[in-house]
């Protein structure tokens, strides 16, 4: 049994946490609101993935896994491995907003021992890892980047597709062994790099998943110009093995915690780099939303209503199932743009309401779906659902596959 501390309890904070504790070792939770970890201590849950809840709830019972927001009695004597995993959401100019990382390195270094293994989850430009060692002047902090995602990280953290660990040396070597000593999965794929490749790679593995959702968003979108069958030519497309047909269902653009932020920080650290790829990258997701808009704003027309008096309800605010996360949705966007036209926005969206929230942004949310599809003359939907069926003529969705 080991001592680690994860300083961070949002998504990839809670997980780890509970994950870790889970295999029978002792975990200190840690984070600096102490809302947040009154909360924790008291059951309540700051975010949701399937699971997760009944996976602290046992460990809390067991006492493997406690919550803090001392630094002192998190990397205590015993600690060692500290885990960071705190948010680095995006600035103005697409760079990550790094104070709150930077915050928990500088209180990690002003506490620890020598012997403990710091190590970075926290998504970060390129070459941040290494700037910090020099700016607190620490040398044990990895930079590991985590591949979950939404709705099966529970899976994902006992299988996982592969473990990159952003140091070559011996404490590189005992980190990836705990990750493996925890997984279920064998045989897992492990690369040592240095730490600078490692946060590139965590980059441009989400670019380039926001690339191929682009990709098939922008065929759909020429499909639907030409009132041509999108799903015919898609799975057309997907025969070639090279291109298959995996992450190919047509979408209102990519969101999310990772993709919109990642994109932009990688297109920001390109700044004295050649580029035309990356920077579409971020920009299709802009023209996608655009062309939503207006596809939306055609379909009341063709039901007869004129835009300025008509209703479109969005359905659900989250971007895909087993999630209540609509962090960034990309749908968000297209509310945007389409209450900028001056039409009537309706929500219907259980998480809200369950938060006891009627408004979002300005917009209504009816807790009712029966009030809610009887209002809207357009309903805008993700991801189609059976719930909608009754209704089918009013839904617009681009969903071909049924799928996330």
């Known amino acids: 049994m080991k001592q680690i501390c994860v300083v961070g309890v949002g998504y990839v904070g809670l997980i780890t946490a509970a994950g870790f504790a889970d295999l029978g ?16 201590k008291n059951g309540e849950m700051p975010i949701y993935e399937p699971g997760l809840e009944e996976l602290v709830e046992r460990n809390v019972k067991s006492g493997r896994l406690t919550f803090t927001t001392s630094y002192k009695e998190g990397l205590d004597g015993d600690t060692e491995f500290v885990f960071i995993a705190v948010g680095t959401p995006s600035g103005v100019d697409g760079e990550a ?3 709150y990382v930077e915050a928990a390195a500088s209180d990690v270094a002003r506490h620890m021992s020598s012997e403990l293994v710091i190590i970075n989850k926290s998504t970060v430009p390129v070459g941040y890892t290494q700037s910090i060692k020099e700016k607190f002047n620490i040398d044990n902090i990895i930079f590991s980047p985590e591949f979950l995602r939404e709705g099966l990280a529970l899976h994902d953290n006992l299988y996982p597709s592969r473990i990159i660990v952003g140091e070559i040396s011996d404490r590189a070597t005992k980190f990836a062994d705990l990750l493996q000593e925890g997984a279920i999965k064998e045989d897992i794929d492990v690369l040592f790099t240095h730490s600078t490749e490692a946060e590139a790679v965590k980059l441009f593995s989400n670019t380039y998943l926001a690339m191929r959702v682009s990709y098939f968003n922008e065929l759909d979108s020429y499909a639907e110009a030409h009132n041509l069958d999108a799903k015919q030519i898609i799975e057309g497309v997907g025969l070639d093995p090279r291109i298959g047909s995996h992450y190919n269902n047509p979408s209102f653009g990519y ?46 027309s063709a039901v007869n209503i004129q835009p300025s008096t008509g209703t479109v309800g969005i359905h659900r605010l989250i971007m895909k199932s087993g999630s209540d996360n609509f962090r960034v949705s990309s749908i968000q966007g297209i509310m945007k743009r389409i209450k ?6 309706i929500i219907y969206e259980p998480v809200l309401t369950e938060q006891g929230e009627n408004e979002f942004f300005h917009s209504k949310v009816v807790d009712s779906l029966e009030a809610f599809k009887q209002v809207s003359d357009v309903i805008v939907a993700n991801r189609m659902v059976d719930e909608l069926n009754d209704v089918k003529d009013k839904v617009y969705t681009r969903d071909l596959f049924n799928s996330d």
């Open 25 to 40: 070792n002792r975990v200190i939770a840690l984070d600096i609101s102490e809302e947040k970890i009154e909360g924790l």
């Open 97 to 99: 907003d790094l104070q």
């Open 255 to 300: 969101g999310g915690y990772c993709l919109p932020k990642d994109t932009k920080q990688l297109k920001a650290n390109y700044a004295d780099v050649p580029n035309a790829l990356i920077s579409a990258i971020v920009d299709a997701n802009t023209t996608r939303k655009d062309f939503i808009a207006d596809q939306i704003i055609k379909k009341l």
């Open 340 to 345: 900028a036209k001056g039409i009537e926005v």
